[in-house]
Protein backbone atom coordinates (compact mmCIF):
# COMPACT_ATOMS: atom_id res chain seq x y z
CA UNK A 1 0.00 0.00 0.00
CA UNK A 2 1.39 3.34 -1.02
CA UNK A 3 2.91 5.46 2.16
CA UNK A 4 1.07 8.64 1.21
CA UNK A 5 -2.51 6.77 1.51
CA UNK A 6 -1.54 4.68 4.28
CA UNK A 7 -0.72 8.21 6.10
CA UNK A 8 -3.64 9.11 5.09
CA UNK A 9 -5.53 6.65 6.39
CA UNK A 10 -4.03 6.81 9.83
CA UNK A 11 -5.15 10.00 9.97
CA UNK A 12 -8.78 9.33 9.26
CA UNK A 13 -8.78 6.44 11.95
CA UNK A 14 -6.79 8.86 15.08
CA UNK A 15 -10.07 11.11 13.61
CA UNK A 16 -12.70 8.89 13.65
CA UNK A 17 -11.31 7.32 17.19
CA UNK A 18 -11.55 10.72 18.25
CA UNK A 19 -14.99 11.35 17.12
CA UNK A 20 -16.26 8.01 18.97
CA UNK A 21 -14.66 8.62 22.16
CA UNK A 22 -15.89 12.67 21.99
CA UNK A 23 -18.88 11.52 21.56
CA UNK A 24 -19.15 8.74 24.37
CA UNK A 25 -18.06 11.03 26.37
CA UNK A 26 -20.94 13.46 25.16
CA UNK A 27 -23.74 10.68 25.61
CA UNK A 28 -22.17 9.24 28.92
CA UNK A 29 -21.70 10.33 32.37
CA UNK A 30 -19.80 7.32 33.08
CA UNK A 31 -17.65 6.91 30.15
CA UNK A 32 -16.89 10.94 30.76
CA UNK A 33 -16.10 10.03 34.91
CA UNK A 34 -13.64 7.66 33.56
CA UNK A 35 -11.71 9.99 30.71
CA UNK A 36 -11.56 12.79 33.62
CA UNK A 37 -10.41 10.33 36.09
CA UNK A 38 -7.20 9.55 33.36
CA UNK A 39 -5.20 13.04 33.64
CA UNK A 40 -2.12 12.33 32.27
CA UNK A 41 -3.27 10.34 29.12
CA UNK A 42 -4.19 11.34 25.76
CA UNK A 43 -8.15 11.15 25.50
CA UNK A 44 -7.19 8.96 21.77
CA UNK A 45 -5.08 6.38 24.00
CA UNK A 46 -7.90 5.76 26.77
CA UNK A 47 -9.20 3.21 24.54
CA UNK A 48 -6.23 0.89 24.21
CA UNK A 49 -5.99 0.29 27.54
CA UNK A 50 -7.66 -3.09 28.63
CA UNK A 51 -8.98 -1.86 31.98
CA UNK A 52 -10.61 0.90 30.70
CA UNK A 53 -11.92 -1.62 27.80
CA UNK A 54 -13.85 -3.29 30.44
CA UNK A 55 -15.49 -0.17 31.29
CA UNK A 56 -16.18 1.01 27.64
CA UNK A 57 -18.36 -2.13 27.23
CA UNK A 58 -21.29 -0.71 29.68
CA UNK A 59 -21.10 1.68 27.50
CA UNK A 60 -22.01 0.69 24.00
CA UNK A 61 -20.75 -2.36 22.40
CA UNK A 62 -21.41 -1.01 18.32
CA UNK A 63 -18.89 1.70 19.55
CA UNK A 64 -16.45 -0.36 21.79
CA UNK A 65 -16.33 -2.62 18.84
CA UNK A 66 -15.44 0.01 16.17
CA UNK A 67 -12.82 1.48 18.68
CA UNK A 68 -11.52 -2.43 18.74
CA UNK A 69 -11.77 -2.63 14.80
CA UNK A 70 -9.95 0.84 14.42
CA UNK A 71 -6.87 -0.19 17.05
CA UNK A 72 -6.69 -3.25 14.94
CA UNK A 73 -6.52 -1.46 11.54
CA UNK A 74 -3.97 1.39 13.15
CA UNK A 75 -1.70 -1.84 14.58
CA UNK A 76 -1.77 -3.11 11.27
CA UNK A 77 -0.41 0.32 9.85
CA UNK A 78 2.66 -0.47 12.14
CA UNK A 79 2.84 -3.71 10.96
CA UNK A 80 2.85 -2.81 7.43
CA UNK A 81 -0.27 -4.94 7.24
CA UNK A 82 -2.73 -2.94 6.37
CA UNK A 83 -4.98 -2.75 3.26
CA UNK A 84 -4.69 -6.77 3.40
CA UNK A 85 -7.52 -9.18 4.17
CA UNK A 86 -7.03 -10.64 7.22
CA UNK A 87 -8.45 -13.61 5.54
CA UNK A 88 -7.09 -14.28 2.41
CA UNK A 89 -4.06 -11.87 1.75
CA UNK A 90 -5.37 -10.30 -0.67
CA UNK A 91 -5.72 -6.20 -1.17
CA UNK A 92 -8.16 -4.19 0.08
CA UNK A 93 -9.81 -1.93 -2.84
CA UNK A 94 -8.48 1.47 -2.09
CA UNK A 95 -12.50 2.63 -2.48
CA UNK A 96 -13.45 -0.06 0.32
CA UNK A 97 -11.13 1.20 2.66
CA UNK A 98 -12.04 5.13 2.31
CA UNK A 99 -15.63 4.09 2.92
CA UNK A 100 -14.34 1.81 5.83
CA UNK A 101 -11.10 2.90 6.70
CA UNK A 102 -11.16 0.21 10.11
CA UNK A 103 -12.18 -2.61 7.00
CA UNK A 104 -9.46 -6.00 7.86
CA UNK A 105 -11.56 -8.26 5.02
CA UNK A 106 -11.84 -7.50 1.58
CA UNK A 107 -15.21 -7.35 0.17
CA UNK A 108 -15.64 -11.06 -1.00
CA UNK A 109 -14.37 -12.47 2.33
CA UNK A 110 -16.55 -10.35 4.48
CA UNK A 111 -19.49 -11.27 2.45
CA UNK A 112 -18.68 -15.05 2.99
CA UNK A 113 -18.28 -14.24 6.90
CA UNK A 114 -21.58 -12.27 7.07
CA UNK A 115 -23.74 -15.04 4.87
CA UNK A 116 -22.14 -17.66 7.64
CA UNK A 117 -23.12 -15.85 10.73
CA UNK A 118 -26.78 -15.47 8.94
CA UNK A 119 -27.24 -19.49 8.42
CA UNK A 120 -25.94 -20.18 12.10
Given at each position: ????????????????????????????????????????????????????????????????????????????????K?G??????????????????Y?????????????R????
Amino acid sequence: MEKEFTEKMKQSLLDLKKQIIDQLMANSSDFRQIVESMEAKDVIDIASDDIDRKMLDAVGSKDVNRLKLIDSALTRIEQGKYGLCMKCGKKIPKERLKAIPYALLCIDCKTADEKRKRSE
